[in-house]
């Protein structure tokens, strides 16, 4: 986990959690204990994960990004207009067009994340207030592409109808796809592949790269880190680049799975991926954090919700369950700062 | 008559014994000065007496009853008022609402705010300070900020005020009104302490001195009773505070680094020249632009007129990745704010602005960085050299030494040291000090300020002395620190 802190607890309590839980579930809630429900889970957790892990990079510098549920559903719209264009399978194909419209939807999501980056970096307008306005802004213009309705499956008598169907399939074999898996008739969903993936090349570059080290050093104190020569606002551009970029990722694996692309997708999947976040062990103050963090946080919200479905518990109780765990994993970390002392010192 | 009486007050922190059996009685109407070099205890002491922060051992007595502290508010209400060096007001209120904060009047349960406006305006007068209680601190001087905080004590009906370290940033005509008011204050029947530094303010404000030295009260008596060359030795309990080493090298003749007329805001038109193979010391009050110097010289701020030559190429610098990249490098004066990342390990702090050399195309090498990490922590002589521990729970002289290791690994060829050793302990101060004549030695130009004579004496070549944004004169040769002295304080 976080190279930042020690302590078995620390490290590992999340993670203990969710095997409790699961254990709990695995006992008293019908069909909990299968792979079938092991790999619903994990369909579930994969957008809020990739959220999560985009989330992470920001709340490590002390930075949030409030625009990632808005940008899903805009680069979601951006993707499915993309993918039904006429020209565009004409030009490239039906697997091109898929392929073209993957990569609008991350490049969409990379550059409003570069706009939030830099405006945060370069006219330091604090992150709350930049992304609070592109969420606006971004849930604003989906609308407005879209006239508010999901674009998607064509209606009968389109000229290209099997085209387009064509294409949006081509797209649900990613987002909506699954691996075959022996011993499994459902298969292991793709998405959730792709989540564990990301979160892989995640820990790999928060742990292994210069990038990573910058990252946790202008969180944990940017002064000392533009003193040491870290390039701070590069770096703040770059985490809301990825945060974007998942936000992209995340769009087009839901178009892909609903094979349309809504204009009120996403709304307030921020909040949660902040949520798992702060779970997972990241800390709003800077410098605290990781990617499998990211992962086991939005596990335990997913494990919670899962178990709590199958148990028959009302959909209000979820709720109410879900805030007392962050409350929970917060005061946890308050807990142990405190055991492990502080610095007492001046 | 005795008002505040303490016994044998002793206070530890993990490492460290900050106070140790520590005796101290203050009168009404009369000055009571602290004075002891940094880590002496002085900030601890004033700290117990506000209530902030509670002693380990040791009996506290008021009005000559004994008493126990639990937290400033009591303190306060009892009539204590401690002014610290960075002011507690709340910046964007003004005078009167900072002046009556925490005790409002109030009429039909709304604040009385012409009342409060009265009240802050009478005391604000009494001290000579005439500004709309109104206008928000923020906008005010230090000095005038200042001036606010014993409105404060006066409104509050103060009985014990004490002051840390008032004066350290004050111009000379500001230090003379608020020597005034704290005569009157002491005609007043009011019990003040004052810490500080600057010894000749000391020896004519004071009544009574108490010098604290390693946590201990080294003397007390009337000021009357002692002369400034052994109050001093009273303070470091030594004749010599530093040996001095000698250069190993001559500077080279030519200067690596020049630097011409650099401006910017009140610091104007400074000229320096720094060679090779010396140290330069760059001496002042607190205050004088020094800390301003260093970072227009390091690129973290940019001169508003001037020019810098780095070995005969123009150097212009637009941020410190830059200057480091060119090979200068600034040792931040507060190491906890600019020098480390407290939350990281030793590894991650060392290699932090040295990282590509063990990252090529981005990749951090685990053992390649492990090595080069453990090396420069062996160099700086951090102790132990445990590189996966968390600089947040060293010590402050390891702590310095983490940031030395760090830009050591830059291989720079300026370094500026901003105050290298404040609140290190003496093993570790020369131990410091031996780096820096090392590095010296082996070719690299070193800059260093110092708010300790004694330091900048036994570590700089020469030295440039600043006063009020400006260069006041160069002491060259052995320095004296009478000449150092008078330049500073403008006596010259």
Known sequence: ?346 | MTLLTLRGITKRYPGVTALDGVDLDVESGAVHALVGENGAGKSTLLKIVAGATAPDAGTMAWDRRPVTVHSPREALARGVTVIYQELALVPGLGAAANIYLGMEPRRRGLLDRGAMRAGAAAALADLGLLVDPDRPVQELSVAQRQLVELARALVREAKLVALDEPTATLTAHEVAHLVAQIEWLRAKGIAVIFVSHRLDEVRRLADTVTVLRDGRRAWTGAAADIDGPTLIRTMVGRDVVFERRPPGRAADPVPLLSVRGLSRGWVRDISLDLARGEILGLAGLVGSGRSEVARLIAGIDRPARGTMTLAGRPFRPRSPADAIRAGVVYFPEDRKQQGLVLGMRIRENITLAALSRVAPRGWVRPEAERELAAAAAVRADVRPPEIERRTAHLSGGNQQKVVLAKWLLTDAEVLVFDEPTRGVDIGAKTEIHRQIRALADAGKAVLVISSELPELIALADRAVVLREGRVQGQVRGALAPEALTALAFGAA
């Open chain 1, 1 to 346: 986990m976080s190279p930042l802190r020690s302590g078995w607890l620390t490290r590992y309590g999340v993670v203990a959690a969710v095997v409790a839980l699961s254990t709990f579930a695995a006992v008293f809630a019908p069909g909990f204990f299968s792979l079938g429900n092991a790999a619903t889970i994990l369909l579930h957790v994969s957008t809020n994960g990739i959220l999560t892990l985009g989330m992470t990079f920001v709340i490590i510098t002390a930075g949030i990004d409030l625009s990632v549920g808005s940008l899903l559903g805009l680069t979601g719209v951006l993707v499915a207009a993309a993918l039904t264009a006429p020209g565009l399978i004409a030009a490239v194909g039906v697997v091109g067009a898929a392929m073209v419209a993957t990569a609008i939807g991350l490049a969409a999501g990379a550059a409003a994340g570069v706009a939030n980056g830099t405006l945060t970096a370069f006219l330091g307008i604090n992150p709350f207030i930049v992304t609070l306005a592109t969420m606006t802004i971004a849930r604003g213009a989906a609308r407005l592409v879209t006239g508010g309705v999901p674009i998607g499956f064509p209606p009968m008598g389109d000229p290209a109808f099997q085209k387009k169907v064509a294409a949006l399939d081509a797209l649900h074999a990613f987002g909506g796809g699954r691996l075959a898996l022996p011993g499994s008739t459902s298969g292991f969903p793709i998405p959730a592949l792709v989540m564990l993936a990301f979160v892989a090349l995640g820990a790999v570059v928060l742990s292994r790269t210069r990038f990573g080290r910058y990252v946790y050093a202008v969180g944990g104190n940017e002064e000392a880190a533009r003193l040491s020569g870290v390039p701070v606002r590069a770096v703040k551009v770059g985490v809301y680049a990825i945060s974007g970029a998942c936000a992209g990722l995340a769009g087009v694996l839901i178009t892909g799975q609903l094979r349309s692309g809504g204009p009120d997708a996403g709304m307030l999947y921020e909040l949660n991926a902040i949520a798992a976040a702060v779970i997972g062990g990241a800390s709003l103050m800077g410098g605290v954090g990781s990617a499998w963090g990211a992962l086991t946080g939005a596990l335990l919200i997913g494990v919670l919700n899962n178990a709590l479905d199958l148990l028959g518990v009302q959909a209000f109780w979820q709720e109410i369950a879900k805030g007392a765990i962050i409350l929970l994993a917060v005061l946890f970390d308050v807990w142990t700062k405190k055991r492990n002392g502080g610095s007492a010192h001046d």
